[in-house]
């Protein structure tokens, strides 16, 4: 069974991320079981709220959700860390609240990857494989910063505290101690391996699975890909950008496939059948006598899986009159023939045309 997630966080289809989270706040400090002890109501709507937040403050899951029905769907694009969205907001929500028992998070860097893929690839859909860098605590030192065998001191500006006080008549307010940045110790023999930084650069493989029916510039979210850098506890976001290599034969016109094919002047007027390329394979297409430039043939089915995950779009086939310029003998003097038989006839009507035209075809066998 579907839930609307949009209807249990009371919000619209159309609503922006800013919207969805203040409406999240407001009904999860409402039902927050903290707030209604041995509620099973509450618990239960609490719940709910939860599952509607998860879902629709996450890009891709809120993508899949709306377009596909279900946001966990087997073929989910990534491993999520859900709990990034949960505790930033339960930061701000109940970190004064309770006391401020929460750290608050600070988030790395978010990062954007531009990956590029085939034609096919983005018809189809298609699992990649790509590096990114990424910065892991540092094998030697364990993210301590500290060269192996040697321990921080206690900072002498604050006394291990972190903090220092300034007296202002009858106030006393509380700073970061400016000595250890607040961390209550000084590092005397930094780690020689990553220069005290606490992380080393490596490379990290992702597997990603583009969903078919992207085109270029569709975004994809991954959540906690993206940099970590010096002081956050938090790695930021990875955005992998899709870029769609454009196709020989192919081009998209949003869900439909256009394909523009060369054909003759007599084939239209005579009628007869092509061959036309398709993401399938080649099939025919029947061309009616007297089909005239311009019109443009629909193939069903045979387009771009649409992203709101109701069937495909169709192939667009467009057909390019070409004039030769090298006759032959033969085809000039038949052309010239056809002239003859046109002679005075500027003005003629489609039907008479293909009539005179089917005399000639006729004469020629
Ligand atoms: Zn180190
Ligand atoms: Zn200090």
């Not at 239960?44 to 709220?49: G, H, L």
């Not at 005290?196 to 906690?224: E, N, Q, V, W």
Request: aromatic share 10%.
């Amino acid at each position: 069974m579907r839930k609307d997630y949009h209807n249990i966080l009371n919000v619209p289809r159309s609503a922006t991320d800013d919207e969805i989270k203040k409406a999240y706040r407001k009904l999860a400090f409402q039902y927050h079981p903290d707030r209604n002890p041995h509620n099973k109501e509450a618990e239960e709507k609490f719940k709910e709220i939860n599952e509607a937040y998860e879902v629709l403050s996450d890009q891709e899951k809120r993508y899949r959700y709306e377009r596909f029905g279900s946001a966990d769907d087997a073929g989910s694009i990534f491993d999520f860390g859900f709990r990034g969205n949960f505790d930033d907001v339960f930061n701000d929500l109940f970190g004064d609240f309770f006391g401020g028992q929460r750290q608050r998070e600070r988030k790395g860097e978010d990062l954007r990857y531009n990956l590029y893929i085939e034609f096919e690839e983005a018809v189809f859909g298609v699992e990649k494989e790509i590096e990114i860098p990424k910065e892991e605590p540092c094998p030697v030192c364990h993210g301590s910063r500290i060269e192996p065998g040697h321990k921080p001191s206690v900072c002498k500006a604050c006394a291990g505290r972190g903090q220092v006080r300034h007296s202002h008549g009858f106030f006393t307010i509380n700073r970061t101690c400016e000595h250890c940045n607040g961390e209550g110790f000084v590092i005397k023999d930094p780690c020689k391996a990553c220069r005290g930084k606490g992380t080393s650069k490596t490379k990290k493989t992702l597997k990603i699975r583009i969903p078919p029916g992207l085109d270029t510039g569709a975004r994809l979210k991954l959540r906690r890909e993206g940099a970590q850098g010096h002081g956050a506890t938090t790695p930021g976001d990875l955005y992998v950008v899709v870029h769609v290599k454009e196709h020989p034969v192919f081009s998209r016109e949003g869900d439909d496939i256009a394909v523009h094919i060369n054909v003759n002047f007599p084939l239209l007027c005579l009628g007869g059948q092509i061959t036309v390329p398709t993401v399938e394979g080649e099939t025919q297409v029947t061309i009616p006598p007297g089909t005239q430039p311009g019109e443009v043939f629909r193939i069903r089915s045979l387009g771009v899986t649409k992203t709101n995950g109701y069937g495909r779009g169709d192939e667009l086939v467009y057909l390019n009159i070409t004039i030769p310029t090298d006759l032959t003998e033969r085809q000039r003097t038949l052309l010239e023939e056809l002239a003859n038989e046109f002679n005075g006839d500027t003005d003629v009507t489609r039907r008479g045309f293909k009539e005179k035209f089917k005399e000639m075809f006729d004469w020629k066998d």
